[in-house]
């Protein structure tokens, strides 16, 4: 006899909710469970300071909350389209209606550490709401529960549209191109907000902050009852609709193939050219640059950031950074390239098992990188300069430019085969075209690593300029080639002893080699200590250390939010010496703690 | 000096440990010159470990491999250019299609341009590829991923193939295509290893076995000699002291 009974809603709820709690304690172990400890306390910290806020500066409420609210639809979108414990596709065959899945889904993704956390940030809401009395604080309650599955459901359906329409180079970019926006708003953004006086309570941006969803629930305790009941009401009728909206995407995602990220193409490809070597090798990596759609969404976000950051500055008259958009271009695409091989996945073998072809795969990946990142940092370079007019800006270019193209060729084949971080194999990849799979934080912090070791490479160059203008360009091409040809070298050396090593680590994970000495693992502490710096280090060393002594240094007047330049002038350039100390030290522990303790147990294998 | 009376392929010893998880303990395997090898063993029983380990492409904990005489840890590249390997579930250049892979692939090889391009027309069309011209990879069926895969371990001409299971997922007509290229190969003098859990394939093609289970060789030699008066199924199965279940419980089932 078929069993043809469909659970009920709340039963199917609470089987996801436990099968979700099950997959996360499965997979709190090592790293993860780092991680999690990790962004749980500093996510608590955030949501008693959100709380304080509402305690404290009661104004400034709805835009802490408009925070949160940006964190739920950017977040998915900077770690890789969002990674799902919970796939669609596992409950496909269940006979169940998509909006009854989608219901269940949706219990299943508040079973999380984040949701918790925003709760407690939205706790804000009946702590605000004590203000205006016992109906306040009933209204915050039911405010708090409808804005946090109002934004779990915005991320949701974020998510999905990401897995369903990235299907082109055009929808990839257009991604890419709000993530480099999104992080430029993030390291920038106080410019804009300083020029037009943000930080007072102008009328519109006190209406705009409400009128987002984030706010909804800070207008309806602020309004007469009658008024209070009809926008949660309006605030539940919101959640129907993302829910409806999602279900139809979700049953669309799962009937539809996935296709591993490769746009549509029309006509046979070009064929290749009659070559050898490090030549053939480029040919196949210009093809993958312009294949891959992930490739295509990094590159956007790299190119997108570096012209957004400097137009930020504008908005304050200040063109010091419109010279270096492509100079920071340079250094984003190197960042974003950093896990070459280990976005290949295990087709290393190939390499592999050709004899000697380790030096020509390292040689024509930095020669495709330049292909790809060059020109158009050329074009970028010389435009910012040139529209900006800031003459004095020239000699830095020209010298920082051969310098840091070179550095970063260099610099990513090194990390790529030193510091590999192992995804999805990419035809292993689920639904969603833009995740690789790979551990986000980790691949983060080898982005991090780039965006510092590339620029380190140029201080030659600079030091050169600072001597005499023009001792730069020689010194920059001199570098950058030493850079790319030396560390190129090592790369494909390294290639060759450990490329078994590598190919392994791709394909097994790097189990074997944890489960032998306890001690070759990080202690939590400092795996803890090492995630938050890497996190905060860029706080003390740019923008409250590098971004107000250029400020300084241009006499800028603007003090915005910089601790240094609101303190008496005997102590700014103490604080800002100090800031940045700060950060480089946090970063310096952060690189060098690992690598110590890791150091000797891989030493061992080799 | 290696010659053709080398073995094509000698373990001695072969161990790999995954953690505590022993997959190859000790492997002793000779495959002569000119064989058909199949290697066969239940799932798990250390088949592609141990494959991965002769061709060079995992590095043993103790133990070593010889191909024609040529130590495969010690004179990698010479090693290397005496094989053509299919492992299992390894990654392609993804993003090229079937015949900018084996074209690249040749090219790296540093074969002359006309070869590789006479070589990849003639192994698509052999392998009825050609008519998913503007095909990626990444995009290619399982069994398009094997054909594509065995084109790639062909494509130089090797001594000697490796295949780890080189008729999973692939249809029945294109399974008798593969077959007919892979004793062409053995018929022109070329040596062959797959590996296998399908008795009546291996039965059909290969002339010598070696039984893995649990890690360890628990029989090699000669197809007659390992299957005695029975089946090849039938020795396996009584090798590797497994029960073949199936008859009990599910009761549910039949109501």
């Known amino acids: 006899m078929a069993h043809l009974l469909t659970p009920g809603p709340a039963a199917l709820a609470q089987h996801m909710i436990r099968m979700r709690l099950a997959l996360m304690r499965n997979s709190l172990r090592g790293d993860n469970a780092t991680n999690l400890y990790t962004y749980g306390s500093l996510g608590l910290i955030l949501a008693f300071g959100t709380i304080a806020v509402a305690v404290l500066w009661p104004a400034y409420l709805p835009i802490t909350l408009a925070l949160w609210l940006f964190g739920w639809i950017f977040g998915p979108i900077l770690i890789g389209g969002g990674s799902e414990a919970l796939r669609p596709e596992y409950f496909s065959m269940l006979p169940a209606t998509p909006g009854r899945i989608a219901t269940a889904l949706l219990a299943g993704a508040f079973a999380g550490p984040a949701p918790a956390v925003n709760l407690i940030a939205l706790l804000s809401l009946p702590v605000y709401g004590w203000r205006f009395g016992p109906a306040g604080v009933l209204i915050g309650l039911a405010a708090a529960l409808t804005t946090l599955i109002t934004m779990v459901m915005i991320s949701r359906v974020i998510v999905a549209l990401i897995g369903l329409f990235v299907r082109s180079r055009a929808t990839a970019a257009t991604v890419g191109i709000v993530t480099g926006t999104a992080i430029a708003l993030c390291s920038n953004g106080w410019a804009p907000v300083v020029a037009v006086g943000g930080t007072d309570t102008a009328a519109w941006s006190q209406i705009l902050v409400r009128v987002l969803p984030s706010g909804w629930g800070v207008a309806a305790v602020e309004a007469p009852w009658p008024l209070a009941l009809a926008i949660l009401a309006a605030g539940a009728g919101v959640i129907a609709l993302l829910l409806a909206a999602w279900a139809g995407l979700l049953a669309r995602r799962v009937v539809s193939a996935a296709r591993g990220g490769v746009p549509p193409r029309r006509g046979t490809p070009r064929p290749f050219p009659a070559t050898g070597g490090a030549r053939i090798i480029a040919a196949k990596e210009l093809r993958a640059w312009w294949r891959d759609l992930v490739r295509i969404q990094l590159l956007a976000t790299a190119f997108s950031f570096a012209v957004v950051t400097p137009l930020l500055l504008l908005a304050l008259d200040a063109w010091v950074m419109v010279p270096f958009t492509g100079l920071i271009a340079i250094v984003m695409a190197a960042a974003s390239s950093a896990n070459l091989y280990g976005a290949d996945g295990t087709a290393l073998w190939l390499t592999l098992m050709i004899p000697g072809a380790e030096r020509a795969d390292v040689r024509g990946r930095q020669r495709a990188w330049l292909l790809v990142v060059g020109p158009a940092a050329v074009v970028l370079s010389l435009a910012g300069a040139l529209v900006s007019g800031q003459t004095w800006a020239w000699p830095w270019i020209l010298g920082l430019l051969p310098a840091l193209l070179g550095g970063g060729a260099g610099i990513i084949v090194l990390l790529a085969v030193t510091s590999l971080v192992p995804g999805t194999d990419p035809h292993k990849r689920g639904g969603n075209p833009l995740s690789t799979g790979a551990d986000e934080s980790a691949e983060t912090s080898l982005a991090y690593l780039v965006l510092i070791a590339v620029p380190a490479t140029a201080l030659p160059t600079a030091g050169a300029i600072l001597l005499h203008p023009w001792a730069g360009i020689a010194t920059g091409v001199l570098t950058g080639a030493l850079f790319a040809w030396g560390l190129g070298r090592i790369a494909y050396r390294r290639l060759g002893n450990h490329g078994i090593d590598l190919l392994n680590l791709m394909k097994h994970g790097p189990a074997p080699q944890a489960a032998e000495p306890a001690g070759a693992d990080l202690p939590i502490q400092h795996r803890i200590g090492v995630t938050i710096s890497y996190t905060v280090a860029w706080l003390p060393l740019i923008p409250q250390g590098l971004v107000p002594m250029v400020m300084k240094i241009f006499g800028i007047e603007d003090r915005g939010w910089f601790l240094a330049l609101h303190l008496p002038p005997v102590w700014q350039w103490p604080t800002i010496i100090f800031m940045i100390a700060v950060g480089l030290l946090m970063y310096g522990y952060a690189i060098l703690i690992p690598m110590r303790l890791n150091s000797p147990p891989s030493a061992a294998t080799r | ?255």
């Open chain 2, 1 to 255: 000096m290696p010659t053709h009376r080398e073995p094509a392929l000698r373990t001695v010893g072969l161990r790999k440990a995954f953690g505590d998880h022993v997959a190859v303990d000790d492997i002793h395997l000779t495959v002569p010159a000119g064989s058909f090898y199949g290697l066969v063993g239940p799932n798990g029983a250390g088949k592609t470990t141990t494959l991965a380990m002769a061709v060079g492409l995992l590095r043993p904990d103790a133990g070593s491999a010889e191909i024609f005489g040529v130590d495969v840890w010690r004179d990698t590249v010479r090693a290397k250019g005496l094989i053509g390997v299919l492992p299992d579930g390894n990654a392609m250049p993804e993003r090229l299609t079937g015949r900018e892979v084996l074209t690249y692939l040749g090219l790296l090889r540093g074969m002359r341009p006309d070869v590789v391009a006479e070589r990849t027309g003639e192994l698509l069309q052999v392998l009825e590829l050609d008519s998913a011209e503007r095909t990626l990879v990444i995009e290619y069926s399982t069994g398009m991923r094997k054909k594509i895969g065995l084109a790639v371990a062909l494509l130089h001409a090797p001594r000697l193939l490796v295949l780890d299971e080189p008729f999973e997922a692939v249809d029945p007509v294109s399974a008798a295509t593969i077959k007919g290229i892979l004793r062409r190969f053995a018929a022109g003098g070329g040596s062959v290893i797959i590996s296998s859990h399908v008795m009546a394939l291996v039965e059909q093609l290969c002339d010598q076995v070696g039984v893995i289970s649990d890690g360890r060789v628990v029989a090699a030699g000669p197809l007659a000699d390992v299957r005695g008066a029975g089946t090849l199924e039938d020795a396996f199965v009584g090798l590797v002291g497994a029960r073949a279940g199936g008859a009990e419980g599910l009761a549910w089932l039949t109501s």
